[in-house]
């Protein structure tokens, strides 16, 4: 059986290049795949203030695809019932990855030992997309 992956998929009100921009740092992954609005087969439909707009972008690391676009302002829906969850390797990336992540943004559960992990932490970052942060100190249980 061939083996299936799930990738998270975000929309943005025109924020989309600074979001991904934004989580390359934070991730430190790479943005492999960028295309504007302009730039698509679809650039005559879409008004040219919307032509710097993302029309699709990939950003990839280690165990990382995450992906993305603007989407028409009367179609934006916020972020609500997901949260994207990473698992930090250590306490310290844990602790940096959740306060990048959270600078500028809204802390929902402050970074700190639960019974479940050595530490974790929810927010909401500056673009409205909601994170977790976790490190329980066995990567095991999240390996695939």
């Known amino acids: 059986m061939s083996r299936i992956r799930l990738n998270p998929y975000l929309n943005f009100p025109g924020t989309c290049r600074e979001a991904f921009a934004f989580y390359a740092e934070c991730l430190n992954a790479d943005i492999v795949f960028q295309l504007t609005m302009g730039e698509s087969p679809m650039a005559d439909e879409v008004p040219p203030e919307s032509h710097d707009n993302i029309c699709h972008v990939c950003l990839q690391g280690d165990g990382i695809v995450l992906m993305g676009s603007d989407c028409p302002p009367e179609f934006f829906e916020k972020a609500q019932g997901t949260t994207l969850s990473v698992q930090a390797d250590s306490v ?50 999240y390996e695939t």
Do not use: H
């Not at 959270?102 to 673009?127: H, V």
């Open 92 to 141: 310290e990336q844990a602790q940096t990855l959740f306060a990048a992540l959270a600078e500028g943004g809204e802390i929902k559960m402050p970074m700190e030992e639960t019974p479940w992990a050595e530490r974790f932490g929810m927010c909401n970052d500056r673009f409205g997309i909601p994170w977790m942060v976790n490190f329980d100190g066995s990567k095991a249980a």
